[in-house]
Nanobody, 131 residues
Framework: QVQLVESGGGLVQPGGSLRLSCSASGFSLENYAVGWFRQAPGKEREGVSCISSTDGFIVYADSVKGRFTISRDNVKNTVYLHMSSLKPEDTAVYYC????????????????????????WGQGTQVTVSS
């Protein structure tokens, strides 16, 4: 069974840090670009960051540049999102997903069109930034 599971969310104070994990079962993440997305209450889902499968391409949303770092461990079949200097506006449910493999190169991380370009969505993990 192909499945992605997110973990690592929780309640953190402003300025704090969290590390989210996206672990795969039933397939190898190594062959896919993996994106992190988030959805806050009453808002549209948005792309946060994406890491390509083999060429090291990484992209971040402007709102998280310099604060979030995406990485992957192909041995553990896991992609991480290290989040630091967290702000209340980072509060959301965070999801990971794989690209469809239909595009090539950096286009595989085209997060803006996530409904078409990404699949195998996990169940999400809640991140709440509050004092």
């Amino acid at each position: 069974q192909v499945q992605l599971v997110e973990s690592g969310g929780g309640l953190v104070q402003p300025g704090g840090s969290l590390r989210l994990s996206c672990s795969a079962s039933g397939f190898s993440l190594e062959n896919y670009a993996v994106g992190w997305f988030r959805q806050a209450p009453g808002k549209e889902r948005e792309g946060v960051s994406c890491i390509s499968s083999t060429d090291g391409f990484i992209v971040y949303a402007d709102s998280v540049k310099g604060r979030f770092t995406i990485s992957r461990d192909n041995v553990k079949n896991t992609v991480y999102l290290h989040m630091s200097s967290l702000k209340p506006e980072d509060t959301a449910v965070y999801y990971c997903a794989t690209d469809t493999g239909l595009l090539a190169g950096p286009a595989r991380c085209r997060m803006a069109n996530f409904r078409v370009n990404f699949e195998n969505w996990g169940q999400g993990t809640q991140v709440t930034v509050s004092s």
